[in-house]
């Protein structure tokens, strides 16, 4: 989410060019950040996804 929110941020709004969505960047997040949300609630999240440096100050 944050590639997507940093492309939105650089003023660029679709998800273009090669292998790319075509979709609205911030469609993106909020479909993201949707389902981490609803994994969340419904206890199924599973996140296996590395750390960055940094991740537990964000988390």
């Given at each position: 989410?944050?590639?997507?929110?940093?492309?939105?941020?650089?003023?660029?709004?679709?998800?273009?060019?090669?292998?790319?969505?075509?979709?609205?960047?911030m469609?993106?997040?909020?479909?993201?950040?949707?389902?981490?949300?609803?994994?969340?609630?419904?206890?199924?999240?599973?996140?296996?996804?590395?750390?960055?440096?940094?991740?537990?100050?964000?988390?």
């Open positions: 989410m944050e590639s997507h929110l940093g492309a939105q941020k650089a003023g660029q709004t679709i998800d273009d060019g090669p292998g790319k969505t075509v979709l609205p960047h469609a993106i997040i909020r479909t993201n950040a949707a389902i981490l949300i609803d994994a969340e609630q419904m206890c199924g999240l599973t996140n296996d996804r590395s750390k960055t440096r940094g991740y537990d100050e964000f988390a």
